[in-house]
């Protein structure tokens, strides 16, 4: 006769987790996210005790001879929930709903592109972004800003300009390749606010449409003397970085007696009469001949 507690399926409780079990679970929960969000670092070598109550507060970790001290509470900030931060309650369909969508319509790549585009188009400090009342109002207009890590330093921007920089010059090489024509040239000197002497070097030339076009080539700086030989070295870096010596044409800039020099030194370089392929600078010659005009020959002496 076969077993009647054979067939059947015994039910077991499920165990019972004690406190301890709990908070350690809690604890290593934690730290999975302290060192996800500080990547290489390590719990400090030097700290005496970590058992003190000290670390229920907070965290001493390390890296190389950095380390730092960490409130707990703001390791838990760092990963709050756009649900968190807005109050709502993702079991409630219509709340989750409105979680979800938040999280769906913000995307930080698009964000970062956005703030990187304004902060040169607008010719402003990359520290900008960094500026704490300018990151509350992305934080009040998007919670995901700071959520999903949107923010950017300085330096981070810095980086990403220069990599649009070096991405977007080879599809100018491209385009002046291309060019039907040849390509003219003109640059002019000024010194920025901030006490910087810059020349910025711009070409001319027909696209392959026939259309006329322009673009800023560069604006280096000269941190030497502003010498014709010196002009030139930095024209003729820019030229030969979009690989367009072979296919210059004329050049135009203001009458100093340095471009002169610098005219010479870059048709020796690139194989003609600097002099033969310089056109004056017509808006120069107007201004010096009003000045002739109305104050003769010592323009000082009307002011006076």
Same mark, same amino acid.
């Given at each position: 006769?076969?077993? /009647? ?9 499920? /165990? ?7 908070? $350690?679970? $809690?604890?290593? =929960?934690?730290?999975?996210? =302290? *060192? ?26 390390? !890296? $190389?001879?950095? !380390? ?20 709502? &309650?993702?079991?409630? /369909? ?46 009040? =207009?998007? /919670?995901?800003?700071? +959520? ?28 002046? !390749?291309?060019?039907?024509? =040849? ?27 026939? #259309?006329?076009?322009? +673009? ?20 003729? &870096? ?9 296919? +210059?044409?004329? *050049?135009?800039? &203001? ?6 020099? $610098? ?33 003769? #020959? ?7």
């Amino acid at each position: 006769m076969a077993d /009647p507690l054979e067939d059947k399926v015994v039910e077991t409780s499920p /165990p019972i987790l004690s406190p301890s079990t709990l908070l $350690a679970d $809690a604890q290593q =929960l934690q730290e999975e996210r =302290l *060192f996800r969000h500080f990547r290489g670092w390590l719990f400090s070598e030097r700290a005496k005790d970590t058992s003190s109550w000290t670390w229920d507060y907070g965290y001493d970790i390390q !890296r $190389a001879h950095e !380390r730092r001290w960490l409130k707990a509470e703001s390791v838990e900030k760092q990963h709050r929930s756009i649900a968190d931060t807005l109050t709502l &309650d993702p079991e409630k /369909p219509r709340e989750q709903a409105m979680a979800n969508s938040f999280v769906k319509n913000f995307d930080r790549d698009h964000f970062q592109r956005m703030v990187m585009q304004w902060i040169v188009k607008s010719n402003l400090s990359f520290l900008t972004v960094e500026d704490e009342d300018l990151r509350a109002i992305f934080d009040y =207009l998007s /919670p995901s800003v700071s +959520i999903r890590g949107g923010h950017l330093s300085a330096d981070t921007l810095r980086t990403r300009i220069i990599t649009e920089y070096q991405r977007h010059r080879h599809t100018v090489i491209d385009v002046l !390749r291309q060019s039907p024509g =040849l390509i003219h040239i003109s640059f002019d000197g000024w010194t920025s606010g901030n006490r910087h002497t810059l020349y910025g070097i711009a070409c001319f030339f027909r696209d392959e449409h026939n #259309k006329p076009r322009k +673009i800023v080539l560069g604006v280096p700086e000269v941190s030497v003397r502003h010498s014709g030989s010196n002009i030139a070295a930095q024209v003729l &870096d820019i030229l030969t970085a979009y690989q367009i010596t072979e296919k +210059i044409g004329y *050049f135009t800039f &203001d009458n100093a007696e340095n471009n002169d020099t $610098a005219m010479g030194a870059i048709g020796r370089e690139l194989g003609f009469t600097g002099a033969s392929r310089r056109g004056r600078c017509f808006g120069h010659t107007v201004n010096l001949s009003a000045k002739a005009l109305l104050f003769g #020959k010592n323009a000082s002496a009307f002011e006076e």
